[in-house]
């Protein structure tokens, strides 16, 4: 019998001793102070139109382009066009952000021009990835565009790179329609 009661001494000594110890732990983790002082950023998404050009073979057109305050939009107006007309507008869009960017679509809407000029007024999109090789200040025929290695949709860049977008703008040979050929339209890249 005493040697039962020895073990239940030990058994509940051993029990007190693991709740001292376990409350002991509770309250120093308890009463920790943990302050912490961090700043997180996510990045800057910034990308823009950084320059255009609008190029056209026909000397007596009215060519007139105005980039948004933000950049992210070019409205242009064409005046004094001719069945057959084809002019180009070069765009090379800036990522100044720290953040990657996708351009997924470009959008080209007009704005002004009768339903005819709509109908008979065409473009078509040209995207040229990383933009380095190609130099807008130095284009100046039509004739020498579309240039060669397109790339297609959705075109990636880093912060600090540039794509450069071809669009070429044309009004069908067949345009029988009266009155002047005047459009306005603006282009914007959708990221």
Same mark, same amino acid.
């Given at each position: ?5 020895? *073990? ?73 066009? *001719? ?6 507008? %070069? @765009? ?50 039509? %004739? ?26 044309? @009004? ?6 009266? %009155? ?12």
């Amino acid at each position: 019998m005493r040697a039962k009661l020895t *073990h239940y001494i030990y058994v509940l000594l051993v029990m007190i001793l693991s709740f001292i110890v376990l409350s002991n732990t509770a309250y120093a983790l308890w009463s920790e102070t943990l302050n912490v002082n961090m700043r997180m950023s996510m990045g800057e998404f910034d990308t823009r139109i950084c320059y255009y050009k609008v190029l056209t073979c026909c000397h007596h057109c009215n060519v007139t382009a105005q980039l948004s305050e933000d950049g992210n939009a070019l409205s242009i107006s064409l005046e004094n066009l *001719h069945p057959g007309w084809v002019g180009w507008v %070069g @765009i090379v869009v800036c990522n100044r952000g720290t953040l990657p960017a996708r351009i997924l679509r470009t959008n080209v809407i007009i704005t002004e021009g009768s339903s005819e000029i709509r109908e008979h007024f065409h473009y078509k999109l040209f995207y040229y990835g990383i933009h380095g090789r190609h130099n807008l200040q130095n284009m100046v025929c039509c %004739g020498s565009l579309p240039l060669p290695h397109n790339s297609s949709l959705p075109v990636s860049f880093s912060p600090g790179e540039k794509v450069l977008i071809l669009t070429r703008l044309m @009004i069908n040979r067949g345009y029988h329609g009266t %009155g002047e050929l005047n459009v306005v339209f603006s282009i914007k890249t959708s990221l």
